[in-house]
């Protein structure tokens, strides 16, 4: 009977310690979120969703496959024609000066170009304009630049125009690329006099010595025809004399 009793409350303890464990347990919880900025995991399928493509252009290195004996790429003007003698051109209001060209030897389009016009009669290099690299023509006002502020004056003379990429104009010559270099064309500027009324003096020193000359001219025309008349005269009078 004794051991009956130790019997039952032996299993009375086991069951009380299995419910209080089971009353104690811990929830279970979500798995912590992943840190901020992770990279995504490998896919060694390559399903992951497509990027956009870098232009190879765009970041200065060229996939392009450029041949070493190829040259270095520029520009032949077409406005005015680079062939022709150097153009005038009127610094006058609404007078713009238009310049076209065609790319030649290129692999790589240049991003960006940047024309100047280089006197030399002065110094000064002036900016006609930046455009992108698939443009083939630009149109430049001088008399618009001449009226902004801390505008340079433009010398009576002729001036270069230079260009030069996105690389600047120090940048080495590269096969397939553009290179200014091979792109410069000349033309020269000039300012038209101001108008002067006669009523403010004006005179025309080229129409005066005309005149001169004319007055020349004439005044010994006369005095041939004078000569010739007293010759015939005494002549006459010789005649009738016999």
């Known amino acids: ?19 209080h464990t089971q009353d104690t347990a811990p929830l279970p ?9 992770q ?15 870098t232009s190879a252009q765009s970041s200065g290195s060229s996939s392009i496959s450029i041949p070493n004996t190829a040259a270095a790429g520029g520009l032949t003007y077409l406005t005015p024609a680079a062939t022709a003698a150097a153009s005038y051109y009127k610094i ?3 007078n713009p000066i238009t310049f076209g060209w065609n790319y030649t030897s290129l692999y ?33 006002d001088p008399y618009a630049y001449a009226q902004s502020p801390n505008a340079i004056p ?32 000349n033309f020269a500027l000039y300012s038209p006099a101001a108008y002067t009324p006669l009523a403010s003096g004006w005179t025309c020193a080229g129409c005066s010595a005309a005149a ?24 006459g ?3 009738l004399g016999r």
Do not use: K
């Open 39 to 53: 990279p995504p995991p490998r896919d060694p399928l390559n399903h992951l969703v497509a990027r956009q493509a």
């Open 92 to 94: 006058a209001e609404s």
């Open 212 to 235: 001169r000359a004319v007055g020349a001219v004439g005044g010994g025309v006369w005095a041939a025809a004078a000569l010739s008349t007293a010759a015939v005269l005494i002549g």
């Open 1 to 19: 009977m004794h051991a009956l009793w130790l019997v039952l409350l032996s299993l009375v303890a086991l069951a009380s310690t299995h419910a």
């Open 108 to 140: 790589v389009t240049p991003t960006s170009l940047t024309f100047e016009a280089r006197c030399s009669a002065n110094g000064f290099t002036y900016p006609v304009s930046v455009v992108p690299g698939s443009q083939t023509s630009l149109v430049w």
């Open 154 to 185: 433009f010398a009576q003379a002729s001036y270069t125009l230079r260009v030069y990429d996105e690389r600047g104009a120090e940048a080495t010559a590269e096969a397939g690329r553009f290179n200014g270099n091979n792109a410069i064309i």
């Open 29 to 37: 919880t979500a798995p912590p979120p992943p840190p901020l900025n």
């Open 237 to 239: 009078a010789g005649v």
